[in-house]
């Protein structure tokens, strides 16, 4: 039996519900007939426009919140990718015909994502649900005041709400502020590492108290040599910086007076059995030589180092890979692998947040991270940490911390 095809782009113009499609960028790349009626515009008044120039905020009304709430949930779909459903909303339209005439509306609106191959999103699903008729329903003279008293009441709560929101998102950046402060604190500018030339980069994920959960860390050891980690701690926020803090502490300290990256991180482990939290953290060590050009390597569950060769080809250093901190009850020494470089050769540790995408395999991103490194590998590191970040994270944020190293050897 013959498989019925289906247009698609017919079935969404003929959805009896409010629905427009918007690009990341907040502007309007479709709408269905009821959305054009609803909103009295024509598709050419819409298409390819940015939504507040086609529907400002009444200016008559000093309280109005519809545009900074609508550009707010939708902004936190682009980052998120993630579905988003808004309270109650008054959202006044300027009538076309009457400029200066504002019509008063009440929508229960949705934002959802539509996710390209890569995990990022491609349009915004905004979908509106009229209740404005209900609000101001009409019925004789008692039902009349019964609707304006209803309406009233909702727009109370309405704009209760509202000052909840506002008020949680103002506590919400407050604790922002102080995580942020309280990463930098903890994850200052590296010391310098000889004469080794080294650039470091710390991302806080797009949200409210979406970071220090990642870190990074540079050691000078005796010779020519230098100790060169990064970890990820599972959760966000101010526990999450604390346990941060005391494993980068802890690691710094190992780094110092073990043999190999693989003690270093025995010794780590060990000790994260007694920091709350600290389970399944995950976390990359390198010992770099330049004495006989070998770099030293152990895993606990993290992704690979990438090495750009001075030939110009990647590899991931993947053969010292274990489970991450206390994935396991008993001790077991940790492997340990060495790889030689020559000079010129590039070494970047990072965390998932820089390859990691929703609905991808992790491949994908560990090749897209290879193409990076060989595209831009030519340039200093300062240079090529902000190439790899402004290639490899999308550019609305990342709903995840990133921390990269980069070491030119």
Same mark, same amino acid.
């Given at each position: 039996?013959?498989?019925?095809?289906?247009? /698609?782009?017919?079935?969404?113009?003929?959805?009896?519900?409010?629905?427009?499609?918007?690009?990341?960028?907040?502007?309007?790349?479709?709408?269905?007939?009821?959305?054009?009626?609803?909103? +009295?515009? @024509?598709?050419?008044?819409?298409?390819?426009? /940015?939504?507040?120039?086609?529907?400002?905020?009444?200016?008559?009304?000093?309280?109005?919140?519809? &545009?900074?709430? !609508?550009?707010?949930? &939708?902004?936190?779909?682009?980052?998120?990718?993630?579905?988003?459903?808004m309270a109650l909303l008054r959202y006044d339209i300027e009538d076309r015909e009457r400029p200066g005439r504002w019509v008063q509306h009440f929508w229960s609106p949705v934002n959802a994502p539509v996710l390209g191959p890569d995990g990022n999103v491609l349009l915004i699903v905004?979908?509106?649900?009229?209740?404005?008729?209900?609000?101001?329903?009409? $019925? +004789?003279?008692?039902?009349?005041?019964?609707?304006?008293?209803?309406?009233?009441?909702? /727009?109370?709560?309405?704009?209760?709400?509202?000052?909840?929101?506002?008020?949680?998102?103002?506590?919400?950046?407050?604790?922002?502020?102080?995580?942020?402060?309280?990463? %930098?604190?903890?994850?200052?500018?590296?010391?310098?590492?000889?004469?080794?030339?080294?650039?470091?980069?710390?991302?806080?994920?797009? $949200? #409210?108290?979406?970071?220090? +959960?990642?870190? /990074?860390?540079?050691?000078?050891?005796?010779?020519?040599?230098i100790a060169v980690a990064v970890g990820d701690v599972v959760g966000h926020g101010l526990k999450a910086a604390c346990v941060m803090g005391q494993l980068r502490s802890a690691l710094s300290a190992a780094a110092r007076v073990a043999d190999g990256p693989a003690r270093a991180l025995?010794?780590?482990?060990?000790?994260?059995?007694?920091?709350? +939290?600290?389970?399944? !953290?995950?976390?990359?060590?390198?010992?770099?030589?330049?004495? #006989?050009? @070998?770099? !030293?390597?152990?895993?606990?569950?993290?992704?690979?180092?990438?090495?750009?060769?001075?030939?110009?080809?990647?590899?991931?250093?993947?053969?010292?890979?274990?489970?991450?901190?206390?994935?396991?009850?008993?001790?077991?020494?940790?492997?340990?692998?060495?790889t030689p470089f020559t000079e010129g050769a590039t070494l970047a540790l990072y965390t998932d947040g820089l390859i990691e995408r929703r609905h991808e395999d992790i491949d994908v991103g560990l090749a897209r991270l290879g193409r990076a490194l060989v595209r831009h590998g030519r340039?200093?590191? %300062?240079?090529?940490?902000?190439?790899?970040?402004?290639?490899?994270?999308?550019?609305?944020?990342?709903?995840?911390? @990133?921390?990269?190293?980069?070491?030119?050897?």
């Amino acid at each position: 039996m013959r498989e019925p095809q289906i247009d /698609y782009s017919e079935v969404f113009h003929a959805l009896p519900g409010i629905v427009a499609l918007l690009t990341p960028d907040l502007v309007y790349a479709d709408a269905n007939e009821d959305f054009l009626r609803l909103a +009295g515009r @024509t598709r050419e008044q819409l298409l390819g426009r /940015y939504i507040f120039d086609v529907f400002p905020e009444n200016p008559n009304d000093p309280a109005a919140a519809g &545009m900074r709430e !609508t550009q707010a949930s &939708m902004l936190r779909v682009v980052a998120t990718g993630e579905r988003d459903t808004m309270a109650l909303l008054r959202y006044d339209i300027e009538d076309r015909e009457r400029p200066g005439r504002w019509v008063q509306h009440f929508w229960s609106p949705v934002n959802a994502p539509v996710l390209g191959p890569d995990g990022n999103v491609l349009l915004i699903v905004h979908r509106v649900e009229e209740v404005t008729e209900l609000i101001h329903a009409r $019925g +004789g003279h008692g039902s009349s005041s019964r609707a304006r008293v209803l309406e009233a009441e909702l /727009y109370t709560r309405a704009r209760e709400l509202q000052d909840v929101n506002e008020r949680l998102r103002r506590a919400h950046a407050r604790d922002r502020e102080v995580a942020i402060a309280l990463q %930098e604190a903890m994850l200052p500018a590296p010391t310098p590492v000889g004469h080794h030339r080294a650039a470091v980069r710390y991302q806080p994920a797009v $949200g #409210t108290l979406n970071v220090c +959960g990642d870190w /990074y860390d540079l050691v000078d050891l005796p010779g020519d040599r230098i100790a060169v980690a990064v970890g990820d701690v599972v959760g966000h926020g101010l526990k999450a910086a604390c346990v941060m803090g005391q494993l980068r502490s802890a690691l710094s300290a190992a780094a110092r007076v073990a043999d190999g990256p693989a003690r270093a991180l025995e010794a780590l482990g060990l000790y994260a059995r007694h920091v709350d +939290g600290a389970e399944s !953290t995950t976390v990359v060590k390198t010992f770099i030589d330049w004495t #006989t050009h @070998t770099i !030293t390597y152990s895993s606990a569950g993290h992704p690979p180092p990438a090495l750009l060769r001075a030939d110009g080809t990647v590899i991931f250093l993947d053969r010292a890979t274990d489970p991450p901190l206390g994935a396991r009850p008993e001790h077991v020494p940790r492997p340990e692998a060495t790889t030689p470089f020559t000079e010129g050769a590039t070494l970047a540790l990072y965390t998932d947040g820089l390859i990691e995408r929703r609905h991808e395999d992790i491949d994908v991103g560990l090749a897209r991270l290879g193409r990076a490194l060989v595209r831009h590998g030519r340039a200093h590191p %300062e240079a090529l940490a902000d190439a790899l970040l402004g290639d490899l994270l999308p550019p609305t944020g990342s709903a995840d911390d @990133t921390a990269l190293v980069i070491i030119r050897l």
